[in-house]
């Protein structure tokens, strides 16, 4: 129970990886925030989360809009009495030629999957300094921050920044006791990978040594320890739950 005490936000709580990481930290004892879009998702989580001893609370945002991620703070220490963590992790994909890409479609990629990051860690570190606490931020990144896809201009352009944001954000922040690092995970078998026809599904699990897709959980207990005072020699670095994707060909 090494997050006892802890009050710990999740976006994209309802579904993948953030539905693995909230059940990750509430068995490490860590109050919840379950944040989604997706609001009945988020409140099945939550009731998940309660089962197993936590307080948990579920709220609807729309993390690619500023004021709902300042709302989604406040509701957190409302509810809690205070911020420690935010996993930053809520994000989309939407795969198309850079040919084909419009500015809309690029930006609404952008917008989720890289402003978000931003606005968690300028409100979520605002609130922290306020309060006096000190506290770890959790981003979720992508191996697609670090190399190219077919089709993922966007998606490669915000999960880089993500990356670039977890060592400036780690550095501005050091000084208030505050702690932010990144997870690039591989190929995750969760909802987002359903559109992934079988066979392409097959050729993504084959570029990791165990030729599978990586299940959710275990990319969550990558990140419950990063929460955790076991990992406070990590900061500023994004650390690959990629099985092996990043580090050789298999
Ligand atoms: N699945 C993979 O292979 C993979 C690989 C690398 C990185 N990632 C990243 O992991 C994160 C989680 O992805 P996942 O695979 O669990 O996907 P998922 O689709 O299962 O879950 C994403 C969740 O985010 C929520 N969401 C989407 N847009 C939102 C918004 N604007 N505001 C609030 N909530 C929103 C969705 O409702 C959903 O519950 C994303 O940032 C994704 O880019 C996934």
Redesign the pocket.
Known sequence: MDLKDQAIIV??G?????HEAVLALAKKGADLIV????IE?AEAVAREAEALGVKAFAYK????KAEEVEALVDFAVEKLGTLTGMFN?????KVQSLLEMDPASYLKVIE??QH?VYYGLHYGAKKMVELGVKGVFVN?A???GSVAAKGSFNYNAAKAAVIAMTRSGALELAEHGIRVVGVA????D????KNVPDEARASLAAQHVTNQLIQ?EKVASVVAFLFTDAASAVNGSTVAADDGFLAFKV
């Open positions: 976006t994209g309802a579904s993948g990886i953030g944040a989604d879009f997706n998702g945002v729309d993390v690619s992790n809520a994000g989309i994909s989720v999957d978000s979720t992508s191996i697609y995970p591989g190929f995750i969760t909802p987002m990978m959710p």
